[in-house]
């Protein structure tokens, strides 16, 4: 199944033949700092003959920026144009659709908390199993949809609740039938799937890129904290590079509780650009959120993350290690 790329996403050229793909998050006087999703690279200049930007702009080492012109990676997939208002969609013509989900592909206009959550509430889900509950949103039409791995750890019994704006009331529907796509303890992240029999297309939210996020930007969350669907709250971009347990994280002022686990953090424009997974205990305003380049990644290499039924914590199946035979009385040993 053919997929987008990264909405964002540098080469690095090494003076070996060698390259590395990621982001340049950081650029210091004699090294970049390079953020290839599962970890940080820091990558000294000297190292570096030229960056090539998904864009189709060739920079060298010091950013200086040569001709431009296409690069493989927008010719790896095609992609179709969805048509605003068409079942399942957005509506925001400034969106690009995989095989498997939406991402943005332009500026689209900035709105109001209110009009976006109009709009994509009803992509928002409250995932529940029978240890607890967290949130959730669908990134294709067909059912598919992320939230985090902590969420369903342990548990294969899944459900989940959307939200349906009816002429005059919300309508809540209930799917029993999930099953569980991929996932990624340490990155945590899941992909689950909607298979009930007569499940009508969902919509569906695009993922965004937190390239052009600023610290300060404001930014909103939809959720269940504590339960309590549907729950919307707003703040703004703290930090893009909270360092934490190894990883970056995006810092927002935006109340994340428990029961947000899983939702999406959204921009002024309507597009994901985190997965909400987790706050600090003692203080009020600490959110953190996955960025969703992170989020691409995992679904790049879905393949990788595949959920087992013979091995559910892992996609590796580790043998017993060698022991060494015991020696028996009066017997020599081997």
Do not use: W
Request: glycine residues 10%; contains cysteine.
């Amino acid at each position: 199944m053919a997929l987008c790329v990264m909405a964002e996403a540098d080469t690095l050229h090494l003076k070996d033949s060698a390259a590395i793909s990621g982001r340049v998050i950081a650029e210091k006087e004699d090294l970049f700092v390079v953020d290839v999703g599962y970890t940080v690279l820091v990558i000294p200049k000297k190292e570096v003959l030229k960056i090539t930007h998904s864009e189709g702009a060739l920079g060298n080492a010091d950013g200086a920026v040569a001709s431009k012109q296409p690069t493989p990676q927008q010719h790896d997939s095609p992609v179709a144009q969805p048509v605003a208002g068409q079942s399942g969609m957005t509506g925001n013509p400034a969106a690009e659709q995989s095989a498997l989900y939406l991402t943005a592909s332009g500026v689209a206009p900035e709105r109001s908390v209110r009009e976006l959550v109009q709009k994509l509430g009803e992509a928002v889900v409250q995932v529940r199993t029978p240890s607890g509950l967290g949130s959730g949103f669908f990134v294709n039409e067909d059912g598919y949809l992320i939230t985090n791995f902590h969420v369903i750890e342990g548990e294969t019994q899944i459900s989940v609740e959307v939200f349906l704006q009816t002429a005059r009331q919300l309508e809540r529907r209930i799917y029993r039938q999930v099953r569980i796509v991929a996932m990624n303890k340490f990155s945590d992240l899941a992909l689950l799937k909607v298979e009930d029999a007569g499940a009508p297309k969902f919509t569906c939210v695009p993922l965004g890129q937190t390239g052009t996020l600023s610290v300060g930007e404001r930014v909103f969350a939809i959720g269940s904290p504590m339960g309590l669907e549907r729950t919307v709250t707003e703040g703004i971009v703290s930090s893009k590079t909270r360092q934490m347990q190894g990883d970056l994280y995006l810092q927002t002022t935006a109340q994340i509780n428990p029961g947000n686990s899983g939702g999406p953090l959204f921009n002024m424009r309507g597009e994901v650009v985190g997965v909400t997974n987790m706050k600090m205990t003692y203080g009020e305003g600490l959110g953190f959120a996955i960025p969703v380049e992170r989020v691409l990644f995992f679904l790049n290499n879905r393949d990788a993350f595949a959920y087992d039924n013979e091995n559910p914590n892992s996609g590796y199946r580790y043998l017993e290690p060698p022991r060494r035979a015991q020696s028996r009385p009066n017997q020599p040993n081997p």
